[in-house]
């Protein structure tokens, strides 16, 4: 067994100017996916508890769980990364810790015992990569004497056995704390592992997707893939194919499906789309990737080894260039590109992004894996079309304009969660811009309505965006995939809305047209993209746009109620943009468009991707009983390495044609409504 670290680990301590070790490794190969793994690994070491059965991670913080359970988040989430670099015969000197944290916390006589979990415990979670570590680690299980070895049985296996759990993909963590116990000859339940499969299956939608949940539940997000269910379902085929070949082949198969539409959320630099819950847990999106090459699934034409490959180190070298992700000592915080508790859940404790080490499974694929052996070759762009619809989640993706941008319609969380509307309602989603948050609930700062179209019949005080929809689908209109949704924000305010993705003559632009009907006086904001609110010069807040530095705002940041300032605000038609990191901006193209084009200085840390963001947006209010249709075009054009600042509004004075569709029925509107 490799030794284990000295007693007096010292922590790693970020000053001023330091890069964490993560940015400083060379990504080309398995080697260096090792060393990279152990970058994460490393600075857990002066936060173990004494006997090793915790780990403390700096930032304490309260989940809907208690203490406890978020410490042993602390020790299992690494076992992701530590299981695949083991299971792939690599070492790390830190393994006797794991080790012997196993042995204090699964015994009830220990001063730290984890604790028997209760019924929806979250020590049920975390079972999950200690079952895989279990399974694929031999040095854990061959290490336990026998009564040891009856203590992780008892906690492992007969606790969860006998306790209710979310009817969600929960139920894979069962699953595999049974298989861990059985890939070792302990005591487990097969009826319960065929049962939650069973009842998983019931989950499945066709062409390789899931929901996160039952019938009435829509919710197809990053748990549908690289966090639990593809990802579960694939280590299920490699662990047990041996004597359940059927459902094994059936899980591969899905896989080979799913990987033709996943591949779509990911970006030419690396980046995964944002969207939906959970997306804290950073580089584990890109996780399915792994499990793909883990279970030695064959590629469906025309992925190859190279492509996957290059999207998974790509993935992870662009996570490399986010050097606000660390803590004081070297670990990940709750956040996506910075510390950020605003996108957070109410179970990310400090501990929990280290789920993200699920990832790490690449390092249990043999060197000989062609993952390994073929040339890594970029995101193949030229195979796929340039907007490409997906049924089951009710995404339209687009390749145009400089980032990955995802139309959105339909979906939703099964429960309240914090930012639901943001997080799932939102019309648009970008590789390059993310999504933004509302930090509080008064006024439009604190809303931060990037991507959504808001509501107040208050004068402007509370929001309501769109969180359920009551009709949702993917329709086809003169050959373009156009998403179509109609919902509700307030039940006398009726709002039709149509999202229509870029073309090819018109790149950097995509279309929102909402058709309302109001029963009561309401205040609309129709929102672009958030864009980063910082000069490079120094960091300060943008200034009227300079096209000799190629940044600012059109008009001027004044406030977000103030349209009576002539200097803050400009004429619907004429729209309002912003240049920093890229460039984005809003403009009506109804005739004789009543808004009034503004820009939305949002609160600090509502955008995941950037900490300080201001949002071009469209202001009106609509009377009662008045029917209006707004015509917004919303434009996007990232910074990259080969664009050039002075190229960032290139397009924006080309405004895009409305479809042919579209003008029919709105000539059609116009005609019924003429006196």
């Not at 993560?22 to 060393?35: G, H, L, M, P, Y």
């Not at 410490?71 to 070492?91: D, F």
């Not at 894979?172 to 704390?177: E, H, I, L, P």
């Not at 300032?565 to 460039?583: D, L, N, R, W």
Request: proline share 7%; glycine share 8%.
């Amino acid at each position: 067994m490799a030794t284990s670290p000295p007693e007096n680990a010292k922590a790693l301590v970020l000053g001023y100017s330091d890069v964490h070790p993560f940015s400083k490794v060379n990504i080309t190969d398995r080697a260096s996916v090792q060393e990279l793994l152990k970058t994460l690994l490393d600075p857990l070491k002066p936060h173990f508890s004494p006997l090793k059965a915790t780990i403390r991670v700096p930032g304490y913080t309260a989940v809907r769980f208690d203490c406890k359970a978020a410490e042993i988040e602390g020790i299992c989430r690494p076992m992701w990364g530590l299981a695949g670099l083991l299971g792939g015969g690599g070492e790390y000197e830190g393994t006797d810790w794991f080790v012997e944290g196993l042995k204090a916390g699964t015994d009830p006589e220990s001063p730290e015992f984890w604790g028997w979990p209760r019924d929806n415990d979250q020590r049920m979670v975390e079972m999950c990569p200690l079952g895989f570590t279990l399974a694929v680690a031999p040095v854990f299980w061959n290490s336990l004497n026998e009564k040891e070895r009856t203590n992780v049985e008892n906690w492992l296996g007969n606790s969860i056995n006998q306790k209710n759990m979310p009817n969600t993909n929960w139920l894979w963590f069962r699953v595999f704390a049974n298989l861990g116990l059985k890939k070792n000859g302990g005591k487990y339940s097969q009826e319960k592992i065929e049962q939650d499969i069973i009842h998983l299956n019931s989950f499945f939608r066709g062409d390789g997707w899931s929901n996160d949940g039952p019938e009435g539940i829509w919710q197809q997000d990053y748990y549908s893939g690289s966090f639990a269910i593809q990802f579960l379902q694939l280590l299920y085929a490699k662990l047990a194919g041996d004597y359940d070949p059927e459902k094994a082949a059936e899980f591969k198969k899905r896989a080979q499906d799913y990987a033709l539409d996943f591949i779509h959320y990911f970006d030419e630099e690396g980046r995964a789309t944002p969207f939906g819950r959970s997306v804290g847990y950073r580089f584990a999106m890109a996780g399915f990737w792994s499990a793909l090459a883990y279970a030695d699934v064959e590629l469906p034409a025309p992925l190859t080894w190279g492509m996957v490959k290059g999207i998974l180190l790509r993935n992870l070298r662009w996570w490399q260039t986010q050097n606000q992700i660390w803590g004081p000592t070297g670990t990940l915080t709750i956040g996506y590109c910075y510390p950020n508790m605003y996108m957070s859940e109410n179970y990310n404790s400090p501990g929990s992004p280290m789920w993200a080490c699920l990832t790490f499974i690449c390092l249990a694929v043999p060197q000989d894996h062609p993952l390994w052996t073929s040339e890594e070759e970029p995101y193949p762009t030229h195979l796929f079309s340039k907007v490409k619809p997906l049924k089951h989640p009710g995404h339209i993706l687009s390749y145009l304009g400089g980032h990955r941008l995802l139309l959105s319609s339909g979906q939703a969380c099964s429960y309240p969660m914090r930012a639901t509307h943001a997080k799932y309602g939102s019309f648009a989603y970008s590789s390059a811009y993310g999504y933004s948050v509302p930090t509080g609930c008064f006024t439009l700062e604190q809303y931060s309505l990037a991507s959504q179209l808001g509501f107040s019949d208050d004068r402007g005080e509370f929001w309501k965006a769109r969180r359920l929809c009551e009709e949702a689908s993917i329709e086809t209109y003169d050959g373009q995939p156009v998403l179509r949704s109609i919902w509700k924000p307030f039940p006398d305010v009726k709002v039709k809305t149509y999202l229509i993705p870029p073309v090819e003559e018109t790149p950097n632009w995509h279309l929102r047209v909402h058709k309302i009907q109001a029963g009561r006086e309401v205040m609309t904001a129709d929102g672009s993209f958030a864009i980063c609110n910082e000069r490079k010069l120094d960091e300060r807040y943008l200034d009227l746009y300079d096209s000799k530095t190629c940044e600012g705002t059109m008009p001027k940041i004044i406030g977000n109620y103030d349209l009576n300032t002539p200097e803050g605000s400009s004429p619907g038609a004429v729209g309002s943009f912003v240049v920093s990191k890229g460039a984005v901006g809003i403009v009506g193209l109804e005739k004789n468009s009543p808004r009034t084009a503004m820009l939305v200085n949002a609160d600090p840390n509502s955008n995941l991707v950037e900490s300080r963001t201001v949002i071009p947006t469209l202001q009106h209010t609509i009377k009662k009983g008045e029917t209006v249709w707004y015509l917004t075009a919303i434009y996007a054009k990232p910074s990259g390495k080969n664009v050039l600042p002075e190229s960032y509004l290139d397009g924006w004075e080309k405004k895009p044609d409305l479809p042919h569709w579209l003008r029919v029925e709105l000539a059609a509107f116009v005609a019924a409504n003429a006196f």
